[in-house]
């Protein structure tokens, strides 16, 4: 199972790509490697550091952009300010309790930088799909008014007593059938009407600050839970503005969820609470 920090890094990546994987793919299984070793350093802006001064280093025909995806990725997590240090910071001005082991912060810090690095990939990967949007717009006007036409195409052919016009009818019934099945929706899953941004990203890090934090945590807007939350969430989704009581509805209503990396006897595995 993947650790929340080579997470955190690999979204990161992610997110910075500008769609040429080349580079991303040879970034990779360095990463993997130093998960799978536990090479990784609380920070993956140090991580990011040292694999750019390899790079810099490396007179290969790719090291230029990889540097540069390495540098953008860098950027996405220093923008967030979603660290081991902020977080701690976060914690003692929100007044939650702090875990006493670092590794405890340390994993807190990736599952606050992954939704934020995931909100950065989703903004990537809507802007790369900005030149198809035109196209299915216009194949969805065209689906629209073929299904205005068709009942007035088929009614036309139905007068007739010819058995060739009898034969079109049944063809253009056909047509309107399998007219309803085709999609032509951007490929993905939506927010969803009325919902905000920030909330899929406040269920998870409520549970991931319940798991990590305090298990005995309340979510009441005035509490400490609720206002780490709302630091948080305003980092991972800039832009937004989640609010205290907004979060407390959702809470209310939802409920948090998480799936918290851990290590027993030496294995990482996901447990789901």
């Known amino acids: 199972m993947a650790s929340p920090l080579r997470n955190a890094i690999g979204e990161a990546l992610y997110a910075a790509d500008s769609g040429a994987a080349g580079p991303r793919d040879k970034i990779f299984p360095r990463l993997v490697h130093d998960a799978e070793t536990r090479n990784l350093l609380d920070d993956p802006r140090d991580w990011f ?14 090291s230029a952009a990889k540097c540069q995806l390495l540098e953008r990725s860098d950027y996405l997590v220093a923008a967030a300010r979603l660290g081991p240090a902020d977080l701690a910071a976060m914690l003692s001005r929100t007044g939650a309790p ?9 994993q807190l810090a990736a599952r606050c930088l992954t939704v934020a690095m995931e909100h950065q ?9 900005e030149p198809y949007n035109k196209l299915l717009r216009e194949a969805r006007e065209a689906q629209r008014k073929l299904r205005q036409l068709m009942p007035s195409l088929i009614a036309l052919w139905k007068r007739s007593s010819h058995g060739e016009d009898m034969s079109r009818v049944l063809e253009y019934r056909m047509f309107a059938e399998e007219l309803e099945k085709v999609d032509f929706n951007k490929p993905g899953v939506s927010v969803g009407v009325g919902r905000r941004v920030w909330e899929t990203g406040a269920l998870e890090l409520a549970g991931v600050y319940r798991d990590i934090v305090n298990p005995n945590t309340g979510w009441s807007r005035n509490g400490p839970a609720v206002r780490f939350l709302v630091e948080a969430l305003r980092r991972a989704y800039p832009g937004t503005n989640p609010t205290a009581a907004a979060i407390e509805s959702l809470l209310a209503r939802r409920g948090p969820e998480s799936r918290v990396s851990e290590v027993r006897n030496g294995a990482l595995i996901n447990c789901v609470r």
Do not use: C, F
């Open 98 to 106: 702090e875990p006493p082991n670092s590794a405890d912060i340390a």
């Open 49 to 62: 550091g040292l694999q750019l001064k390899y790079e810099s280093q490396n007179l290969r025909p790719q």
């Open 121 to 129: 990939r989703s903004i990537t990967n809507k802007a790369s799909w």
